[in-house]
């Protein structure tokens, strides 16, 4: 008998898991897009330290997948593992309103708690994420039709969740009284809690296989000893009271995070191309993998400044009173996914209608950094030559973000795609972690070039001085552009490569 279908012809199961990736990704973009504010207005933190700790809080939040992912396959399954990832970071969330909640008369016990709730939600994230995923493909049998679209449909929630977080957290939260951040990290909490919910009543009765089996669930040869409550809640423990030391360490002590995630890719390179099993071919398409992964940290350290850099232009540089209303900084967060939705079926349909003359996989991808180029070099126009504390219109945002979604998916899905298609089986996770190793870096890097925000003071780059916000737009398109034009140049020859 085929499990449950609704009228579209898709599983049941697709709606829960749906419903479960869309309250945490309302709960995750809409914590990121007040997270520099609480830093800087509330617990009165400079742009620098907050700039570089969004850099070390969200290159963490893409290292711990690795480790979830690790065990979840081998020892707790994807449901337990998606659950008890869920009340990590609902708890996360709740620590940190109670950090809003203190911060005037304890700043000591708001910083601790501050620590503990990113690092709660580090390790949670790291459970979350990539187990649920993995159900999405294990709803359908081998080659059907409709997973594309199931994957089309997920990417839609994790999208409707991006941008409802930023808007409803910015209105109960970025009030312009800091006081009101805790409202904001009581409602991710909370839609981190609908999301548990929605896996705990309604997985084992409808996240079911083609043959009416419960899927997620424990690994047949699991060991006993790795799911009993108190051994998981003992390991769930110590894995974030790691991840709490990770982020201080790396934050308040030493930065350490990006001599790792410079070793890490060299490490794993080494251990594939020194396999003597893998043949010449195999070895050319893992140089693909690197290679395109290389290019796609310049991608993402400039994107990701909407958390930091550009959430303080948004701030403090953007003309927001529309009289009725003044917009909430906040609310430009949640501007990439709204347009994700309204452009990702104009790109699907694009690329089916170029038929034969569909770019290569490498095109497509310089050409999403050259889109990302052009998003910056329109808000640079849109800052040049105006005076500092001047305020320009919201347009300048808006356009910017537009060029960043399509650059986004001219990148993202495809760079994805490609990993999936290249990498040996043998090395098919190592791979996929080369890819979340260069988002990470990506997230390191954004939080360190944030931090060069020209806040009435001269920064310095690599020798190129920046003395206002033109110039720090500047920086972002000459970086992307010359990536955009490099990997262009090395297009014939990773198609070569590929062998496909």
Known sequence: MPATTTSTGHPKGLAVLFATEMWERFNYYGMRAILVLFLTKALLFDKAFASHLYGSYTSLVYLTPLLGGYIADRYWGNQRSIIAGGILMALGEF??????SVYQ?????????????????????????PNISALVGQLYPKGDRRTDSAYTIFYMGINVGGALGPIICGLVGDTGNPEDF????????????????????YHKKYVLDPDNNILGLTPANAP??????????????LLSAI?????????????????VLIAAPILIGYVIFSDKTLSTIEKQRVAVIFSVS??????WSAFEQAGASLTFFAEEQTQRDLGFFTVPASFFASLNSIYVVLFAPVFAWLWLKMGKNEPSSPTKMSLGLLLLS????????????VAVGTKVSMIWLLGMYALHTWGELCLSPIGLSLVNKLAPLKFASLLMAIWFLASAGANKLAGLLSALYPDGKTTNFMGYEMNNLYDFFILFVVMSGIAAGMLLILTRKLQKLMNS
């Open 105 to 129: 008369t304890s700043s000591e016990l708001s910083t601790i708690l501050f620590f503990s709730g990113l690092g709660l939600m580090i390790t949670g994230n790291g459970f979350f994420k």
């Open 182 to 201: 805790k409202w904001a990290f009581l409602a991710g909490g909370i839609a981190m809690l609908i999301s548990v919910l929605v896996q705990l009543v």
């Open 243 to 259: 991840m709490i030391a990770a982020l201080y360490i790396d934050t308040r002590v030493v930065d350490y995070l990006t001599y």
């Open 294 to 299: 290389f290019f796609v940290v310049f991608f």
């Open 374 to 385: 052009l998003g910056y070099l329109w808000i640079a126009f849109g800052v040049k030559d």
């Open 224 to 237: 006993a000893a790795w799911v009993r409550p108190l051994n998981m809640m003992g390991g769930l423990l």
């Open 95 to 100: 620590v940190l309103f109670f950090c809003a």
